[in-house]
């Protein structure tokens, strides 16, 4: 074989198990609390493009991923009345997010509306344009 050729094959082989090795830049974080957990991507470019123009970035993926982790405690605490499950909801729903709207209806001394809000305060979809 030619040495041009083979010094290609090599650097696209290093690319390759480079990549493999590192998942081609994403990599699986899981947030856990009692019994909940919830897995989501982070990008180690900190962001995927979706398609042209439009990105799904490291910041989104945690807030979902923070929202479906308030959701399950939600129902954790439904069912044991955990108090601290109680007090990481109210973390949660504290949380400054920059992707999803603060819910400003809603303080979080008013507990019991939280719970009875808790798929809409807590909804993980995520809709991009």
Do not use: W
Request: proline share 2%; hydrophobic share 35%; net charge negative.
């Amino acid at each position: 074989m030619h040495p041009h050729i083979i010094k290609s094959l090599s650097i696209v082989t290093i690319l390759l198990i480079a990549c493999i090795l590192n998942s081609c830049g994403t990599k699986t974080e899981t947030l856990s609390f009692k019994n909940c957990h919830v897995g989501y991507e982070k990008y180690s470019g900190g962001e995927k493009e979706l398609y042209t123009g439009h990105y799904m970035t490291n910041e989104m993926q945690l807030e979902s991923a923070q929202r479906k982790l308030a959701a399950c405690l939600c129902e954790h605490y439904l069912k044991t009345h955990d108090m601290t499950v109680r007090v990481k909801i109210i973390e949660l729903y504290n949380e400054r997010e920059s992707y999803f709207p603060p819910s400003t209806s809603i303080t979080a001394s008013d507990f019991d509306s939280i719970m009875k809000h808790r798929k809409e305060l807590f909804d993980a979809t995520i809709l991009i344009d």
